[in-house]
């Protein structure tokens, strides 16, 4: 897996493995008093989309979690 972070707006993550071959780009930017995350992933097809999408929305909001409760830890 590579990735990579542009400080402090970006992080962009490559998954090679065929098993879920992605790109994942984060933008991240102060929003008023909050912080706004904008989440993107790009498959290397829509066969491989379809076959993840009943599920990936579910692990995403995992991936969420755990953030937050890294960010938390960190106030």
Do not use: C, Y
């Amino acid at each position: 897996m590579s990735s990579g972070v542009a400080e402090p707006e970006r992080i962009v993550i490559e998954n090679p493995d065929p098993a879920h071959r992605f790109r994942m780009s984060m933008r991240i930017e102060v929003d008023g008093e909050g912080t706004r995350v904008d989440w993107s992933m790009i498959f290397d097809s829509a066969t491989e989309f379809a076959r993840v999408k009943n599920f990936i929305v579910a692990a995403n909001e995992e991936n969420f979690d755990r953030l937050a409760a890294v960010l938390a830890e960190q106030v």
